[in-house]
């Protein structure tokens, strides 16, 4: 199973980004997946679900700006952020599970300056 997550970068508060997370070894279009993120000296943590019927879940501090949708056509992850605030600078990760086992991609940077 591998997870590469890309498109993150340096952005100035209110701006956007887009990340994109490819997958592959699992069947994508069966599989619940999510977004995470963690912040310097902070626990990572889960910001973002969408289940293999297109069910999402927002954590509250994103709700509203960032946007977790999925393609199963490209087997394809993403996270639209929106109205970005220097809080959501962290790097972020994709994940997933299978047969009882937690994967990861690379993780991806995004930094917000105010």
């Known amino acids: 199973v591998q997870l590469q997550a890309y498109g993150g970068g340096s952005v100035q508060a209110g701006g956007s980004l887009r990340l994109s997370c490819k997958t592959s070894?699992?069947?994508?279009?069966?599989?619940?997946l999510n977004w995470y993120r963690q912040a310097p000296g902070k626990q990572r943590e889960l910001i973002a679900t969408?289940?293999?019927?297109?069910?999402?879940n927002l954590t509250a501090s994103v709700k509203g700006r960032f946007i977790i949708s999925r393609d199963n056509t490209r087997n394809t992850l993403y996270l639209q952020l929106n109205s970005l605030k220097p809080e959501d600078t962290a790097v972020y990760y994709c994940?997933?599970?299978?047969?009882?086992?937690?994967?990861w991609g690379k993780g991806t940077q995004v930094t917000v300056s105010s």
């Open positions: 070894g699992v069947v994508f279009k069966f599989k619940t």
């Open positions: 969408i289940t293999a019927n297109g069910t999402s």
């Open positions: 994940n997933t599970q299978n047969w009882g086992n937690d994967y």
